[in-house]
C-alpha cells in the first residue's frame, strides 16, 4: 500500500511538472495579425518557408519588472502550411512532425531577461513530438499599448530563434550526388505577433 501511494505521489508530481504553466494572463495573442513561420535550408541551395496557421496565446507582461513577464503558445502541429500539398503531407507524417500521434507545439518561458533598451531574451520550454528542450527567444521590438478604434488595447513584438529538428526527433533526410543532403538540420524560427488586451 505504502509502495503504491509512493507512486501515485511520484506519477502526480511528475504530471505537475510537465503541464503548462498556468498564469493571470494580460494579453491574448491576436492570431488574424500574427505569424508563425519558420525556415530550412533545401539541398544547401534555397530556403524553404512556411507557417503555422492555427495557434493560440498567452502573455503576462510585467513591464515594471520584465522579467517577472510570462509567455504560452501552443500550435496546431497539422496547421503546417508550406504552400506545396505533397510536402506539407511530408511533413506531417512520422518522418517529420507526425502529427497523428503528436497534435501541439508548445513553449512555455521560464525565464525573461532585459538584453537592451529594445530586445528581450525569453528562455522557455518547446515541446515537438513529446520532446522538451529549453530555447531562448530574442524579441524586438515591443510596443507600447495602443487603443484600436473599437476601443480595444493592442501592442506587439517579433521574436525569433534556431532549433535543430534531429534533437526534437526529426531524422529524416536524404543525401544528394553533390556532397550534403536534402533537408537542413537547423531550423529558423520566427514570430510576428500583435496582442490583444484581456478585459
Not at 78 to 107: G, M, P, Y
Not at 135 to 162: F, N
Amino acid at each position: 500500500m505504502k509502495i503504491r501511494k509512493m507512486l501515485s505521489s511520484a506519477v502526480a508530481l511528475l504530471l505537475l511538472a510537465a503541464a503548462p504553466a498556468v498564469f493571470a494572463a494580460d494579453y491574448e495573442v491576436d492570431t488574424g495579425h500574427s505569424r508563425v513561420g519558420f525556415g530550412v535550408k533545401h539541398m544547401l541551395v534555397s530556403t524553404v518557408r512556411g507557417t503555422f496557421t492555427k495557434f493560440t496565446g498567452a502573455i503576462a507582461i510585467d513591464d515594471a519588472d520584465i522579467t517577472k513577464s510570462k509567455v504560452h503558445l501552443d500550435i496546431d502541429a497539422a496547421s503546417i502550411n508550406t504552400d506545396n500539398a505533397k510536402r506539407d503531407e511530408h511533413l506531417k507524417s512520422a518522418d517529420f512532425l507526425d502529427v497523428t500521434k503528436f497534435q501541439k507545439i508548445t513553449f512555455d518561458s521560464t525565464k525573461v531577461e532585459r538584453a537592451n533598451a529594445n530586445t528581450l531574451f525569453v528562455t522557455g520550454n518547446l515541446t515537438i513530438k513529446n520532446v522538451m528542450k529549453p530555447v531562448i527567444l530574442t524579441v524586438t521590438g515591443l510596443t507600447a499599448e495602443v487603443k484600436d478604434p473599437w476601443g480595444g488595447i493592442r501592442r506587439g513584438a517579433q521574436a525569433s530563434t534556431k532549433i535543430n529538428r534531429k534533437e526534437f526527433g526529426m531524422t529524416w533526410n536524404k543525401a544528394i550526388e553533390s556532397g550534403g543532403v536534402v533537408v537542413g538540420d537547423d531550423v529558423a524560427i520566427d514570430l510576428e505577433v500583435e496582442l490583444t488586451k484581456k478585459k
